[in-house]
C-alpha cells in the first residue's frame, strides 16, 4: 500500500538549525559576526588585510575558508590576528558545520568582530546560513558590471557590496553607473563601496562603517 | 555545484520519517526548486539516481517541480518576471522589486510503501 507523506521542510534545514545555534553562541559572546563572499580573486582577503588594520579599536578574528592550501591564512596572521583555516577539500561553500568546529579554536571572549571569509564562489555560498549578523558581498571591477542580474541571491541576501579594483576601471568596460544600478534595481537597500585596495580610495570609509555597524549604530536592513 | 550535498540531505530526512513509519521502501519524492536556488534540477537527478543506491530511496523517481522567479513591486504591488527589463518594474518601472518566488529548495511529499498486511 503506498502512503503520501507530505513533508514541507527546507533542504537546507540541518544548515539552518547549525546557524541558529551559532548564531546563539556568537549573541551570548557579544561577537559580531561578517560573512563575506564573492567570486575567487574578487579581493577579499585583500580588503581584509586592509581593512582590520582600520578598526584597530575592535579585536578582529578572521576564519578563512579554502577549497585547498592555508595561503590567505598565512597572508592575515602578519597583522597579528587570530586566524582558522578551513580546508574544504573541494567543497564550493563554508556551512554552518564547518564554522562550528572553526569557532571551537577560537577564544571568543577575546574577540569583538569575526570575519568568515568564504570559499571564492559567487553561486553557492549565498544558499548556506553561517549564522552572521551581516553578509558583505565583493565583486571586482575584472568580473563585468553585468554581474549582478546573473547571480541574483548572493546579491540578495547580501546587506552590502564592494566593488574592489575601481582602480582598473579606465582599462576595462566595467560601468561603474550600470553596476550600481542593477545593484540597486535589485536591493535598494544595498550599501555599496566603491574600493581599490591597490590605491586605498574608499578603505577609510568601509573601515568606518563596519566600525559603526559592529558598535551598533549603524542599523543594516536584511 | 553542491547537488549531491543537497540530495544526501533530502535523503537524510526522508529515510528517518520513512523507517519511523515503518515503510519498507519510498517510491518517489517530490522537490520544490526555485530558478535561483542555486541547484540545477538535472544534477539533482542524477545526484539523487546515484546516492540512494542501498536506502530506502533506491529506485525512487525524483519528480522536481520549478519554480520561476517571481518580482512583485513594491510600488505599484504588481507582479512580474525578471526579463530584459531587468529587475525594474515594467508596468511603473520603479526598482527595487521584492523577490517572492525562486529560491525555493523544499522537500514537498514523498510517497512510501507500507507492509503489506499479511492474511492468516
Known amino acids: ?222 | 555545484m553542491h547537488e549531491l550535498g543537497l540530495v544526501m540531505n533530502v535523503i537524510h530526512m526522508i529515510t528517518q520519517d520513512a523507517s519511523s513509519r515503518g515503510f519498507r521502501r519510498v517510491k518517489s519524492v517530490e522537490l520544490e526548486v526555485g530558478e535561483f536556488s542555486g541547484a540545477l534540477p538535472h544534477a539533482l537527478k542524477e545526484a539523487f539516481r546515484i546516492a540512494a543506491e542501498g536506502t530506502l530511496l533506491d529506485g525512487a523517481t525524483l519528480v522536481i517541480d520549478e519554480v520561476r522567479a517571481e518580482l512583485c513591486c513594491k510600488d505599484c504591488g504588481r507582479t512580474f518576471f525578471p526579463g530584459k527589463q531587468g529587475w525594474n518594474c515594467p508596468y511603473c518601472g520603479a526598482g527595487g522589486a521584492d523577490l517572492v518566488r525562486g529560491m525555493e529548495l523544499q522537500v514537498k511529499s514523498y510517497v512510501g510503501e507500507a507492509e503489506e498486511c499479511q492474511s492468516k
Open chain 1, 1 to 222: 500500500m503506498s502512503v503520501k507523506v507530505v513533508v514541507g521542510k527546507n533542504i537546507l534545514d540541518a544548515n539552518e538549525k547549525n546557524a541558529d545555534d551559532l548564531r546563539k553562541v556568537f549573541h551570548e559572546s557579544g561577537v559580531r559576526v561578517v560573512n563575506m563572499l564573492g567570486s575567487p580573486g574578487s579581493g577579499k582577503t585583500s580588503i581584509l588585510q586592509k581593512v582590520i588594520p582600520g578598526l584597530s579599536p575592535l579585536r578582529v578574528a578572521v576564519i578563512e575558508g579554502d577549497i585547498a592550501t592555508t595561503r590567505d591564512a598565512e597572508r592575515l596572521s602578519s597583522l597579528g590576528i587570530q586566524v582558522v583555516q578551513i580546508t574544504t577539500l573541494g567543497a564550493c561553500h563554508l556551512d554552518a558545520s564547518m564554522v562550528s568546529r572553526a569557532v571551537s579554536e577560537i577564544d571568543l571572549s577575546t574577540v569583538d568582530l569575526l570575519f568568515i571569509e568564504n570559499v571564492g564562489n559567487l553561486v553557492c555560498p549565498a544558499s548556506f546560513d553561517l549564522g552572521e549578523d551581516l553578509r558583505i558581498l565583493v565583486l571586482s571591477v575584472a568580473e563585468g558590471s553585468d554581474k549582478p542580474l546573473k547571480y541574483p541571491a548572493a546579491f540578495l541576501t547580501s546587506q552590502a557590496v564592494i566593488i574592489n579594483k575601481k582602480d582598473l576601471i579606465p582599462y576595462t568596460d566595467f560601468s561603474l553607473e550600470s553596476a550600481v544600478a542593477e545593484i540597486r534595481s535589485m536591493k535598494s537597500s544595498l550599501e555599496i563601496f566603491e574600493v581599490s585596495c591597490r590605491t586605498g580610495e574608499g578603505i577609510e570609509r568601509l573601515c568606518g562603517w563596519i566600525e559603526d555597524w559592529a558598535k551598533g549604530k549603524v542599523e543594516v536592513s536584511k
